[in-house]
């Protein structure tokens, strides 16, 4: 397991809402009966909370330009970490272009994929580990290793704190707040040993230590464990009923299929052109957003 304050990013999650429909989202947006959009005293006080904070703070989503408030956040967010500290995970939706200007004064860094293209693939995080691996010796050490928390992020949601983007994720969908840690000053210096709680009520019901098949982004699809699929029944899940899943065989195999051939530069900036945009790759291996004028730059 990885220090929380040794990662590139940690992320405030404004919103559920989405416009796409994706295979494994990691944020299990289709999976809620209505979205859920953060109020502005708690993205203030998650805002707060990363000061100090001296690698990127992300806004993320779902959708987060779909936000009501995206604006009024934008502005706040500007008031305590620079720029050149921020980032947004966004598909630039339709009917937003006007913000493009306001982006690029916000963010010195953007994460944008629209998962259009066939050639993106997500695991399958709601297969959960206990239901695959029954040597419990083994799971523990798949989840020590996982590769999600080690090279993702931490978040910020409603319900709090959280070591893992993705037991934030479930936190959220499954309205557990017990194991959340208050959003304070410095509460990303925690280490390991402090996520012990988190770890045990979150990490079983998750898919994303064990070496399983992926699945292309744009087939809608979510690939379910038996006992995590009664658990999204429970909830009443709108892609459950609507038939989008598949029950996973629960056999491990390496998945050997490049998982990044979409990340090139022409893909990204036909899509930010949109926005008035245009994104050059920076030093973090993420893009930085120019406003687009006549004669060059801004």
């Known amino acids: 397991m990885k220090p929380i304050r040794d990662n590139d990013t940690i992320q405030i999650e404004i919103t559920s809402f989405c416009p796409k429909n994706c295979s494994n989202c990691t944020r299990f947006c289709h999976h809620y009966k209505k979205p859920w959009f953060m109020s502005l005293d708690d993205f203030k006080r998650a805002v707060d909370s990363m000061v100090g904070f001296k690698s990127m703070t992300g806004i993320m989503g779902g959708e987060p330009i779909l936000h009501p408030q995206f604006e009024e956040f934008c502005k706040y967010l500007n008031t305590k970490i620079p720029p050149e500290q921020c980032g947004i995970w966004t598909c630039f939706p339709a009917g937003k272009e006007h913000l493009g200007s306001l982006i690029a004064d916000t963010f010195g860094h953007v994460f944008l994929n629209d998962h259009s293209r066939a050639d993106i693939l997500h695991a399958p995080f709601l297969v959960s ?8 010796g083994d799971m ?5 290793y996982c590769w999600a928390q080690r090279s993702w992020s931490a978040s910020i949601n409603p319900n709090g704190a959280w070591f893992c983007e993705i037991a934030a994720s479930m936190a959220m969908l499954f309205d557990i707040k017990e194991t959340a840690w208050p959003v304070e000053p410095l509460w990303w210096t925690r280490v390991p040993m402090d996520y012990v709680e988190q770890i045990k009520r ?11 098949k992926w699945r292309y982004s744009p087939e809608t699809v979510d690939d379910v464990s038996p006992l995590m699929l009664e658990r999204l029944k429970a909830i009443d899940s709108p892609k459950i009923k609507r038939g989008e899943f598949e029950i996973h065989d629960l056999q491990m195999c390496q998945e050997n299929r490049q998982k990044a051939t979409y990340k090139d530069n022409n893909y990204r900036n036909d899509i930010a052109a949109r926005y008035g945009l245009f994104l050059v790759i920076n030093q973090k291996g993420f893009w930085t957003p120019f406003k687009k004028v006549v004669g060059g730059l801004k």
Do not use: S
């Open 202 to 212: 979150f990490c079983p019901m998750c898919g994303g230590a064990v070496p399983l």
């Open 129 to 136: 580990i206990d239901e695959v691996v029954k040597d419990k």
């Open 140 to 144: 523990w050490y798949m989840v020590d």
